[in-house]
């Protein structure tokens, strides 16, 4: 069978979808190639993370016998079967990204947040889904996809299995600052992270203890590798935006402003993800109003 890929996002994050589709296809004698115009296929995959908001899906498929669509980018879509889900990506799809590996140890999440489709998609139980072995190879850099890592009742063996990988471990969505303990913080400081991401959606959350709480007990000393994402836009003031991030800077940490419908947020919110985002000028320009897109706008 002639297998045809379609990354409809970009070629930027790689697709482990269409990587582990990719790798199932190979084994079982397929020829396996991304998509072009050009060429007849038995089968088309094409796979969309992000939805219409940031990434558009124009292209109609005609030169294949059967075009499979799924990704969280197209709603709720049924899961890859066991036996592709389980196996191990194929990384010759996006060699760029050669020395990192991507890859989920639970999926779930039990706060259901209503910006966020996870819960609706994976459950409301963070639960274990693989050991790290199946996904990493030795790789240097592990960039781990999890929504809710230490909600997964096996999580402080899963941080064992980081620390043993010796591998850098980027947290890239997000662990939940809530769930922080003596126990899982000193498993946390045994990993050599290279960036710790946590997040304050919620404007009427307090969560100043619990990240004050984090700086007693992690051994991270580099707030560039303390990052916390700050949603707008989602039921937000200016105010409170900037509350959050204000507060994040002056406790240690690296605010990152992360804008719910980019394309329909008011100017004064793209603005502040401008001045906090470009860490130049955030460190440069210590007050919002000082930052001259935001003085002209008020102006």
């Not at 697709?15 to 050009?38: F, I």
């Not at 709720?76 to 020395?99: C, M, V």
């Not at 290279?194 to 959606?201: C, G, L, M, V």
């Not at 590798?225 to 959050?244: I, K, P």
């Amino acid at each position: 069978m002639k297998i045809g890929l379609v990354d409809v996002d970009s070629h930027n994050w790689p697709n482990l979808c269409l990587m582990k589709l990719s790798a199932y296809h190979k084994t079982r004698g397929d020829q396996v190639e991304w998509w072009s115009p050009d060429s007849w296929y038995d089968v088309v995959y094409k796979s969309r993370v992000f939805t219409d908001i940031y990434s558009k899906d124009t292209m109609v498929i005609h030169n294949a016998d059967k075009v499979m669509i799924g990704g969280t980018g197209y709603g709720k879509s049924e899961n890859l079967p066991d036996k592709i889900e389980h196996g191990y990506p194929d990384y010759t799809l996006y060699p760029q990204f050669s020395d990192t590996v991507y890859g989920f140890l639970s999926r779930g999440c039990p706060r259901n947040c209503g910006f966020c489709i996870v819960s609706g998609k994976e459950g409301r139980r963070s639960v274990k889904t693989a050991d790290l072995s199946e996904f990493w190879n030795g790789q240097k850099e592990i960039k781990l996809m999890d929504a809710n890592l230490l909600a997964c009742p096996n999580h402080e063996e899963l941080l064992l299995q980081l620390i043993e990988s010796r591998a850098r471990v980027d947290f890239s969505q997000g662990l939940d600052i809530r769930l922080v303990n003596p126990d899982n913080a000193a498993l946390l400081n045994q990993v050599k992270t290279k960036t710790i991401h946590f997040a304050w959606d919620n404007p009427e959350d307090d969560l100043t203890g619990y990240f004050q709480r984090f700086l007693e007990l992690t051994t991270i000393r580099d707030r560039r590798r303390r990052v916390v994402y700050v949603l707008t836009n989602y039921g937000s003031t200016t105010e409170q935006d900037l509350y959050r991030v204000e507060t994040l800077r002056d406790m240690g940490y690296s605010p990152y402003v992360m804008v719910y419908d980019r394309p329909n947020a008011p100017k004064i919110t793209r603005h502040l993800q401008r001045w906090v985002n470009n860490r130049k000028i955030f460190h440069t320009v210590h007050q919002f109003a000082d930052y001259g897109p935001a003085r002209r706008e008020a102006g």
